[in-house]
């Protein structure tokens, strides 16, 4: 949670990062879900966001520069290079909170928040949306196969794809959240008492490696501000 906090405040922050040191944190906050998808072996997962990210932040970077060799009309390439590079700031951030849910589960997120001595109140929701979007993939993950049996896919009849695959989900999506809502309360995670588990919590020295190099991220950045200022 402190990393995608101080990734997507740090990196969608307007000022505070203009020195050689803030743009070299820049850059180590931006390469940090690669550094830890890979410290959790989903070397896939982390090369397909330096991809992701590469053609987000650079081929808006090509463009701009062919236009003005070219002497075209800037307009379309300058929407396209802000569009892009807005998305490349936020993508760094959210490809945290997925790297959350791909190595968390609910059990574990809840036995962390409750060693906090967090409130229900956020634990609860929380703990929801870690088996919603999974679920919701799941789901999707069928729909698209069922679809694919029957003939229908996005190349052939893209209107066939969106009646036939999204308005299911949608339907899904309600009745998941529903299951979910019951589930908790089955589970009894709102009566109060404080739940066994089996997982193992601990704090290690990567986690405070972790802390100590987010800590000095925004100590620079606010040390940025304040020369600035």
């Known amino acids: 949670m402190l990393v995608v906090l101080v ?13 050689s040191i803030g743009a070299g944190m820049r850059w180590f906050l931006i390469a940090l879900p690669c550094i830890l998808f890979m410290a959790s072996g989903l070397v896939v997962a982390g090369l397909r966001y330096v991809v992701s990210y590469a053609i987000m932040a650079g081929v808006p970077q090509l463009v701009w520069r062919f236009a003005q060799s ?11 290079l802000a569009w892009l590079g807005g998305l490349s700031l936020i993508l760094p951030g959210t490809t945290c909170c997925w790297y959350t849910l791909r190595t968390t589960s609910a059990s574990e997120f809840i036995a ?8 229900d109140a956020l634990t609860i929701p929380a703990a929801i949306i870690f088996r919603f979007f999974p679920t919701i993939g799941e789901e999707y993950r069928d729909i698209k196969t069922a679809m694919r049996m029957r003939g229908i896919s996005g190349l052939r ?15 899904s999506v309600v009745s ?4 979910l809502s019951m589930s908790a309360v089955t589970r009894a995670l709102g009566s109060g008492r404080r739940r066994t588990t089996i997982c ?3 704090f290690r020295a990567a986690d405070g ?5 987010l800590s000095a991220c925004l100590v620079i950045m606010i040390m940025g501000r304040t020369s600035v200022a």
């Open 176 to 179: 998941i959240g529903n299951e």
């Open 7 to 19: 990734v997507s405040w740090i990196l969608l922050s307007p000022s505070g990062t203009e020195t």
């Open 209 to 213: 490696v972790l802390i100590g190099l």
């Open 157 to 171: 009849n893209p209107v066939a794809m969106l009646e036939y695959r999204f308005v299911p989900l949608l339907v």
């Open 112 to 119: 962390a928040m409750q060693r906090m001595r967090c409130p």
């Open 70 to 80: 070219g002497n075209w009309d800037h307009g379309v390439p300058g929407i396209l």
């Open 200 to 202: 193992t919590i601990g």
